[in-house]
C-alpha cells in the first residue's frame, strides 16, 4: 500500500514519471522535536535502492539541521543524513519549524517550508510566540535542481489560506 495510516507516523512512496516523492516519518508519540527511527530509516533504504529513472525529493516533517532553529532538530538525524549523502536524492523538504531555510543536508540541497497559517518567533526568554504571517513556497525541478520561489502574504492571503485563528488565552 502506497500509505500507511494508523497510530503510527505517515510514510509514502509516489513515483511519478521522472519523479519520486519519499515521505519519510520523523514523527513520534512522546517525542515533540521527531526522530529518525531505525524501522523507518531501513524503509527509506530499501525505497532508494529500487531503480528509478528520474528524480527523487525527500520530505520530512521535522527539520534535521542543528542550529537553524531554536529548537532542536529531529533526533538522530545523522543516520538519515549518511542515507542522503549515498543516494540519488535531489533535495530535502522539511517542515516543523514555520520559517523558510535553506541549507545542505548530505551534501544535497536542503530546504524548509513556510507555513501557510503562521510564523513561530523566537523570544528572549525562550518562549515562543505565534504572529498570522503566511507564507508559501514554489518548487520547480529543473534538471535535477529544485528552485524555490517564495510567495508572501500577498500572494498566500487571498487564496483563502488562512482559516485559523489561534488564541493563547
Not at 513561530?120 to 513556497?137: K, Q
Given at each position: 500500500?502506497?500509505?500507511?495510516?494508523?497510530?503510527?507516523?505517515?510514510?509514502?512512496?509516489?513515483?511519478?514519471?521522472?519523479?519520486?516523492?519519499?515521505?519519510?516519518?520523523?514523527?513520534?508519540?512522546?517525542?515533540?522535536?521527531?526522530?529518525?527511527?531505525?524501522e523507518?530509516?531501513?524503509?527509506?533504504?530499501?525505497?532508494?535502492?529500487?531503480?528509478?529513472?528520474?528524480?527523487?525529493?525527500?520530505l520530512?516533517?521535522?527539520?534535521?539541521?542543528?542550529?537553524?532553529?531554536?529548537?532542536?532538530?529531529?533526533?538522530?538525524?545523522?543516520?538519515?543524513?549518511?542515507?542522503?549523502?549515498?543516494?540519488?536524492?535531489?533535495?530535502?523538504?522539511?517542515?516543523?519549524?514555520?520559517h523558510?531555510?535553506e541549507?545542505?543536508?548530505?551534501?544535497?540541497?536542503?530546504?524548509?517550508?513556510?507555513?501557510?497559517?503562521?510564523?513561530?518567533?523566537?523570544?528572549?526568554d525562550?518562549?515562543?510566540?505565534?504572529?498570522?504571517?503566511?507564507?508559501?513556497?514554489?518548487?520547480?525541478?529543473?534538471?535535477?535542481?529544485?528552485?524555490?520561489?517564495?510567495?508572501?502574504?500577498?500572494?498566500?492571503?487571498?487564496?483563502?489560506?488562512?482559516?485559523?485563528?489561534?488564541?493563547?488565552?
Amino acid at each position: 500500500a502506497p500509505f500507511e495510516i494508523g497510530f503510527s507516523p505517515v510514510r509514502s512512496a509516489l513515483c511519478l514519471p521522472g519523479l519520486r516523492i519519499l515521505a519519510f516519518p520523523t514523527g513520534t508519540p512522546c517525542v515533540p522535536d521527531g526522530e529518525v527511527a531505525e524501522e523507518p530509516l531501513r524503509w527509506l533504504e530499501g525505497q532508494l535502492a529500487l531503480p528509478f529513472a528520474g528524480d527523487t525529493l525527500l520530505l520530512t516533517h521535522h527539520h534535521l539541521l542543528p542550529g537553524q532553529f531554536v529548537l532542536p532538530p529531529a533526533h538522530h538525524a545523522a543516520a538519515l543524513e549518511a542515507l542522503v549523502q549515498k543516494n540519488a536524492v535531489a533535495a530535502v523538504l522539511t517542515g516543523h519549524t514555520h520559517h523558510y531555510f535553506e541549507g545542505t543536508f548530505g551534501g544535497k540541497p536542503y530546504f524548509t517550508a513556510d507555513s501557510l497559517a503562521f510564523s513561530v518567533e523566537n523570544e528572549s526568554d525562550g518562549a515562543l510566540r505565534f504572529e498570522e504571517r503566511p507564507g508559501a513556497t514554489l518548487f520547480t525541478l529543473e534538471e535535477g535542481r529544485l528552485r524555490p520561489r517564495r510567495l508572501g502574504d500577498d500572494v498566500v492571503r487571498p487564496l483563502g489560506c488562512m482559516q485559523t485563528q489561534i488564541s493563547t488565552t
